[in-house]
């Protein structure tokens, strides 16, 4: 079983700085699939970015990169030039990678919830 | 892109009677569709897989009796929570893919619904 740790409950960045939220996880699986996740006040679930495991390139989405550090099994998210929109609960979560049905089965961590200061 | 629509958006209803939320993917054809619930303040907990046109899957210690699961179409899945108690009380949140293997454009979530029972 895949089990993913947020060790940061709560974070707070001034608007434009750049702030860093970690995620380490535990798999035997050498090919998957790691996500950011974003979960504003309204709740719904937003992606943020994604990572291949097999890819060793870091992904990059706008002000929003990731450090994948898979010997380490490291996944964290920085977020640069923070902006007040930014202000929400992120989940780092994991994905097999294999064919089928359901092959999309996510594991969440527990969260972290950043708050971006004017 | 494609959307996921869960209706209702909030329920409340009063202990002992059954409440029905769907799940739909509005313009693509979802063969797998999961259930989460998620508590306050904590990270979503994967409840059952569904497959189109076969029984759901659940997650350990789910009941499969209270939480009914039917996916009887492409583009619908629905979760009935029978005889409802206020234990559960929670927000009920769906998601949907496309194919057998995850890429950013084809796995989506639904915008939640919060449950409340009195």
């Known amino acids: 079983a895949q089990t993913v740790t947020q060790s940061q409950p709560e974070m707070s960045v001034q608007e434009a700085e750049t702030v860093t939220l970690s995620c380490t996880y535990d798999?035997?699986?050498?090919?998957?699939?790691l996500f950011w996740y974003k979960q504003p006040p309204s709740r719904q679930m937003i992606l943020v970015i994604r990572?291949?495991?097999?890819?060793?390139q870091n992904a990059t989405e706008n002000r929003f990169s990731v450090n994948f550090q898979k010997a380490a099994k490291s996944f964290s998210l920085k977020i640069s030039d923070s902006q007040l929109g930014d202000t929400a609960m992120y989940f780092c979560a994991f994905m097999k990678h294999y064919s089928g049905a359901g092959s999309y089965q996510l594991t969440f961590g527990k969260g972290t919830k950043l708050s971006v200061i004017p | 892109g494609a959307v996921v629509s869960q209706h209702p958006s909030w329920v409340i209803c009063k202990s002992g009677t059954s409440v029905k939320i769907e799940c739909r993917s509005l313009d693509f054809q979802a063969t797998t569709m999961f259930w989460y619930r998620q508590f306050p303040k904590q990270s979503l907990m994967l409840m059952a897989t569904?497959?189109?046109?076969?029984?759901?899957?659940?997650e350990q210690g789910v009941e499969k009796d209270k939480f009914l699961i039917n996916h009887a179409s492409l583009t619908l899945s629905t979760l009935t929570v029978t005889s409802a108690h206020p234990e559960d009380s929670s927000f009920y949140i769906c998601s949907a893919g496309t194919g057998y293997q995850a890429t950013n454009e084809k796995l989506f979530f639904g915008s939640g619904t919060q449950l409340s029972v009195l």
């Open positions: 798999t035997s699986e050498n090919n998957y699939y």
């Open positions: 569904s497959n189109e046109g076969s029984k759901a899957t659940y």
């Open positions: 990572q291949e495991a097999y890819k060793q």
